[in-house]
């Protein structure tokens, strides 16, 4: 089936520094989303990319849907203790709605 | 809050045993998608539902079933539960289709299953 490669697995950073993260797939996607969990919680719905080349910001993160659309990439700036937590992509292929996630992104910030 | 909210929050059972786990859409949503999460298989979807049918399925087993009521509220049955079936179910869901494969899915807080 189709797969989701999501790097880095996990990173430690310093506060105020800046993250990137990014997923690659076999196959194309129509959609890129891109989530963060909190533990015991569920996905928060960080950004949403429907078209190739799409550059998307949500106050400090950035997401790119890749020109290929076989890629995106999630970037955090200015990183802060709450930032901390499980940060998932997922992509829709096809006419297919349900979700395929990658592996996720454990991020830690040292204050 | 997404909107969707999802009972019970905790689940304890033992082996064998049936549960139904319920979901309540976002208001005026008509898709509904059930997902698995374990440690070891990480997030995997199981089954949507639009408007009552159901409109695809995943890596759902036989032992498992959904179904979406007429006021759109689903609910995930799992029977002759497995110490493999313990793991976290979420639901979510989506607005109606506007495009199809361009759903932005919203998730509940899950369910936390523990088969003993």
């Known amino acids: 089936g189709q797969q989701l490669n999501q790097s880095p697995q996990s990173m430690f950073i310093q506060e105020g520094e800046d993250v990137s993260m990014n997923c690659t797939s076999s196959?194309?996607?129509?959609?890129w989303l891109w989530y963060k969990q909190d533990p015991g919680e569920g996905p928060v719905l960080l950004i949403a990319l429907y078209k190739a080349g799409e550059l998307t910001s949500n106050g400090r993160l950035t997401a790119q849907f890749g020109i290929t659309r076989k890629d995106s990439f999630l970037n955090i700036s200015a990183s802060i203790p709450s930032d901390v937590g499980i940060y998932f992509c997922a992509g829709q292929a096809g006419s297919q709605g349900n979700l395929i996630f990658g592996k996720g992104t454990k991020l830690s910030v040292k204050p | 809050d997404s909107g969707v909210t999802q009972t019970p929050k905790h689940l304890i059972t033992a082996t064998g045993q049936r549960v139904t786990l319920r979901c309540s859409p976002r208001?005026?949503?008509?898709?509904v998608y059930w997902y698995q999460q374990s440690l070891d298989q990480g997030l995997q979807f199981l089954i949507q539902?639009?408007?009552?049918?159901?409109?695809a399925k995943g890596n759902i087993l036989e032992r498992f079933s959904a179904q979406q009521f007429p006021d759109l509220h689903s609910e995930l049955n799992l029977s002759s539960l497995e110490l493999g079936d313990s793991a976290l179910y979420f639901c979510a869901s989506s607005q109606p289709l506007l495009t199809e494969g361009q759903e932005t899915q919203y998730f509940g807080p899950g369910t936390r299953l523990l088969v003993l």
């Open positions: 196959s194309i996607f129509n959609t």
């Open positions: 539902y639009y408007n009552g049918e159901e409109r």
């Open positions: 208001s005026g949503d008509l898709s």
